[in-house]
T-cell receptor
Framework: EPEVTQTPSHQVTQMGQEVILRCVPI?????FYWYRQILGQKVEFLVS????????KSEIFDDQFSVERPDGSNFTLKIRSTKLEDSAMYFC????????????FGQGTRLTVV | QQQVKQSPQSLIVQKGGISIINCAYE??????FPWYQQFPGKGPALLIA?????SEKKEGRFTISFNKSAKQFSLHIMDSQPGDSATYFC?????????????FGTGTSLTVIP
């Protein structure tokens, strides 16, 4: 069964450092997303990406965040200068080309900023 | 930030009982309302979803009831089992017709007691 793959599963970084979280969406999907989940809290939408550009972003997705699809298979989230409050699980998701279709989530990357 | 209000925050049910979780949403660009189930350490996984050309959808022990005029929908778990113990998130589409992104409710932690 196709799945969304995220690497690494756990990343520890020092405050102020840049991190890149990587995702390989399901191959024939066209929409890509990043969500985050602070421990014990709800899943929060960060950004959606379609046709090589951001289609929507939330208030959380400020200038320190960026996304990229550097090739035909990877989708990355970069945090330029990490803060302690960026510590969370980050989930990548992808969905097919039409509305009303399921979003498939990866297993997540646990980011710990120290 | 678009809001999806979910209640209760936590729920304890005896095995065999009925679990009911409620969600209320704001205007959306399209009508497709999923429920996700999340086990500890895992990403959210689609449980059941409804397209509101119907007011109810049932899949096994899981039923979504939908009230479009009230902008509310609920998840009913019949004959709840200990294996149903998880966090449940409702989700609603963005109000912007720019993709397939969803905003999640705050989550309900369900514990089914044997």
């Amino acid at each position: 069964e196709p799945e969304v793959t995220q690497t690494p599963s756990h990343q520890v970084t020092q405050m102020g450092q840049e991190v890149i979280l990587r995702c390989v969406p399901i191959s024939n999907h066209l929409y890509f997303y990043w969500y985050r989940q602070i421990l014990g809290q709800k899943v929060e939408f960060l950004v959606s990406f379609y046709n090589n550009e951001i289609s929507e972003k939330s208030e959380i997705f400020d200038d320190q965040f960026s996304v990229e699809r550097p090739d035909g298979s990877n989708f990355t989230l970069k945090i330029r200068s990490t803060k302690l409050e960026d510590s969370a699980m980050y989930f990548c998701a992808s969905s097919g080309g039409t509305a009303n279709t399921e979003a498939f989530f990866g297993q997540g990357t646990r980011l710990t900023v120290v | 930030q678009q809001q999806v209000k979910q209640s209760p925050q936590s729920l304890i049910v005896q095995k065999g009982g009925i679990s009911i979780i409620n969600c209320a949403y704001e205007n959306t660009a399209f009508d497709y309302f999923p429920w996700y189930q999340q086990f500890p350490g895992k990403g959210p996984a689609l449980l059941i979803a409804i397209r509101p050309d119907v007011s109810e959808k049932k899949e096994g022990r899981f039923t979504i009831s939908f009230n479009k005029s009230a902008k509310q929908f609920s998840l009913h778990i019949m004959d709840s089992q200990p294996g149903d113990s998880a966090t449940y998130f409702c989700a609603a589409p963005s109000r912007k017709n720019t993709g397939n992104q969803f905003y999640f409710g705050t989550g309900t932690s369900l514990t089914v007691i044997p």
